[in-house]
């Protein structure tokens, strides 16, 4: 294995001081995570810190779906963070997960989205490794005619791919860049019935999307830990309330505060309930608003257990959402300081007829990229990045629910969540 060993402790000098760049300290607000500044969603140092301490240090990342690479010879290529990884299916049918750079000169091996091969090939100098990740042989590594050739003590076995640590969840594959991190399942803690509950049989891929966004991915990262927004921001949440604050409704934190998934029940909430003095003071709130045809929002209790919606958020990169009877999970892939990749990969189960495979397919007009819902939560996000200018002023105020890591408990009108992602995410940084 070429993993380094993990990072040592973050020191306590200013993050652009660790890189060695000339750039001004940064000081973190007094009030700690119940504060965010807007330097953080701006700054190209802390963009290049999170690479290293994030997405290449200790954290398990949504890569994508077991039968995405379904027999031996298949393979994805993905990125986490802003590395690209390959996740293929071995020989021996055993997952991996490698860095898509070869280890001669750096070059991209596999181009394609997903592809199925014997061997991994680098067109540049034609070294070429097992779907493991191990070098199998360099062009002309003996020299020609007694010239050229690899040193004598070249030794194939140091000179594979770097590899991943890989493990699965119900069909979910994760990979990570650490060597001691925990089993995916520990992780995930908590969340992990989140999971279980929804993917509870063999999978179908019904179709992906990848939407650009022109923001910082933290704001993204941030959006789906924060029900406080949904009926406040999504008219078709709220108006045809299928997520209403007033319904049945809780949100589960996992032990570390890193994973958390909020669930929501329609048609549980009581007429004389305090929203409904409340509605009027919400924009999104629409009492005229009709739909000529309201199909899209015809959903079956398929889980039996009457949560219409359910959105699941695993640190640092990954989504997985079941609203109504859409299903999808959302990969979420740095693309620069002020832009991100949302990926979304839409689901259905194997055995769903036709009838529901349309239904699901439908309802991605409502949670997909342009969806009727999610297309707020994108456009939220671009519009925070443009408040924020440069960042150099300000941070956001994060205490709907109170002011620590446990306050709010278990309810959906707080920014819980929130808290102790930035708590997290600062131990992760050295912040
Ligand atoms: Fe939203």
Redesign the pocket.
Known sequence: MQIPAPLPPPAQAAPSARLGHATPSRLWPEEGYRRAPYWVYTDADIYALEQQRIFRGRAWHYVGLEVEVPEPGTFKTTFIGETPVVLARAEDGSLRGVVNRCAHRGNLICREPFGKASKLYCIYHAWSYTLSGDLSHAAFSQGLRGEGGLPADFDKAKHGLRKLRVDTLCGLVFASFHENIEPLTDWLGEVTPGIRRLLNRPLKVLGYDTQRIHANWKTYHE?PRDSY??NI??TFYGTFGLSRQSQESAMTLDGSGRHVYFYTKAGTEKKSSDYESTTSQLRSHNEQMKLEDPSILRWRDEFGDGISVQILNAYPSFVLHQIANSLATRQLIPRGVRQCDLVWTYLGFADDNEATTRARLNQTNLAGSAGLISV??AAVCEMMQRAFADGEDGASFIEMGGKTLESGGSSKLSERAIRNFWNVYRQDMGL
């Open positions: 959006n927004h949904a921001l999504h707020e939560d």
